[in-house]
């Protein structure tokens, strides 16, 4: 296992298109986490998963936002009508929680960025 | 919400010279990770902290968890050019919380 693994890298789309991400996490770990960032920010949290259950949404994760983890190995996050607003990188890192504590380590991978023109 | 201030936003410095850069919070934190980002590329995590007070070096890279858990420093000695990239710090309350990122410090290293 070489670490988290997002695709694509790139993703160029028009204006109103609808785009799909994936993310492979690390095989092992049972907490997937998505984030966006745009330049010259640090990471904005977006939501997590703990196996397949979705725990919980940031209110930057609008209505045209989704995001799934089907069998609680990788997960997808869809932007359906994507606007000029949208153009950013989107990051996916995973983790693994034994017990529910603060001694966890968040690894990412190499990010999608999303370019809408 | 929660909110992590960095310091300072970039700094210039000459190779072989040390670097310091700190984040402080408005909440308490369990964990504190520091992470490195290169342009294009996702964060690399440097280094973890789990209890205040705790010293943990990897390397050219010491960190400190503050006492009070609100604040923590990175300090990169003898810098070589690639250490050149963006620094977050990153602050988690508990398992059950998402990672609280920094804005970031802009490291550039004049050979």
């Known amino acids: 296992d070489t670490g988290v693994s997002q695709n694509p890298r790139h993703k160029i789309t028009k204006r109103g298109q609808n785009v799909t991400f994936r993310c492979d996490p690390i095989s092992e770990h049972n907490r997937l986490y998505w984030y966006r960032q745009t330049l010259g920010q640090g990471p904005e949290f977006l939501t997590y998963?703990?196996?397949?259950?979705?725990?919980?949404k940031s209110r930057l994760l609008s209505d045209r936002f989704s995001a799934e983890r089907p069998k609680g190995s990788f997960s997808t996050l869809e932007i359906q009508r994507t606007e000029q607003g949208d153009s950013a990188m989107y990051l996916c890192?995973?983790?693994?929680?034994?017990?529910?504590?603060?001694?966890?380590?968040?690894?990412f991978g190499q990010g999608t960025r999303l370019t809408v023109v | 919400g929660q909110q992590l201030n960095q310091s300072p936003q970039s700094m210039f410095i000459q190779e072989g010279e040390d670097v310091s850069m700190n984040c402080t919070s408005s909440s308490i934190f369990n964990t504190w990770l520091w992470y490195k980002q290169d342009p294009g590329e996702g964060p690399v995590l440097l280094i973890a902290?789990?209890?205040?007070?705790e010293l943990t070096s990897n390397g050219r890279l010491t960190a400190q968890f503050g006492i009070t858990r609100k604040d923590s420093f990175l300090n990169i000695s003898a810098s070589i050019p690639s250490d050149v990239g963006i620094y977050f710090c990153a602050g988690l309350f508990t398992g059950n919380t998402p990672l609280v990122f920094g804005k970031g410090t802009r490291l550039s290293v004049i050979a």
């Open positions: 890192a995973s983790s693994l929680i034994i017990v529910v504590a603060a001694n966890t380590e968040a690894f």
């Open positions: 998963f703990q196996n397949e259950a979705q725990l919980e």
């Open positions: 902290l789990y209890k205040a007070g």
